[in-house]
């Protein structure tokens, strides 16, 4: 991907903090702007990993996958990545989703890297890398699903995407870093 243009001063006023904002249509590579490109994954890592249940179960949602998606419990997703197997299948098949997804080089954090968070939750996900699982989202095998959730999200998880338009579907997710500052992120499709 090119170098990120800087954040449009508009966006800039309206927080305090670094900004990135990746998008596209399908079939394009991602246009990135701002000086923010990469993070902690959090809860929106929780899609690949419910397109993994999907997929062993043959693309059938499952209560613990709608709680993980529409409401981001976080019990839900971790009993969703334990019934993946162990720590190394589990980010195994994750790993396959991402790059059935078409993104071939993030790699799924499968231990606890601090206490308290979900090991996936901790994956660097590249706002690219992300804007371009999201592209594909549609065409992977066992997403219809999960996209159908993302889709029916809480109304107390729909800001950014989740009040934009019609037809929009997206998974926000959020976290602190050591020092406490949070970052939030949100990834999905909206049909313009």
């Given at each position: 991907a090119a170098d990120a243009a800087p954040t449009p001063p508009g966006l800039a006023k309206l927080v305090s903090g670094r900004v990135?904002?990746?998008f596209g249509p399908p079939g394009r590579p991602p246009t990135v702007v701002g000086d923010l490109r990469s993070g902690p994954a959090w809860s929106t890592m929780k899609v690949p990993v419910a397109i993994a249940v999907s997929q062993r179960n043959g693309g059938a949602a499952t209560?613990?996958?709608t709680a993980a998606i529409t409401q981001?419990?976080?019990a839900s997703a971790m009993a969703m990545w334990t019934s993946l197997g162990?720590?190394?299948?589990?980010?195994?098949?994750?790993?396959s989703v991402l790059a059935a997804g078409g993104d071939t080089g993030t790699v799924v954090q499968t231990q606890v890297v601090r206490s308290g968070f979900t090991p996936f939750g901790q994956t660097d996900?590249?706002?690219?890398?992300?804007?371009?699982f999201?592209?594909?989202?549609?065409?992977?095998?066992g997403a219809a699903p999960v996209v159908r959730?993302?889709?029916q999200v809480d109304g107390s998880q729909s800001w950014g995407l989740g009040s934009a338009g019609s037809d929009q579907?997206?998974?926000?997710?959020?976290?602190?870093?050591?020092d406490g500052k949070y970052l939030v992120r949100q990834f999905g499709t909206i049909r313009v």
């Open positions: 990135g904002v990746a209560s613990t996958m981001s419990d976080n162990s720590p190394s299948r589990a980010g195994a098949a994750v790993q996900w590249s706002l690219a890398a992300q804007q371009t999201a592209q594909n989202l549609a065409c992977i095998e959730l993302m889709g579907h997206f998974k926000g997710g959020w976290g602190p870093d050591p």
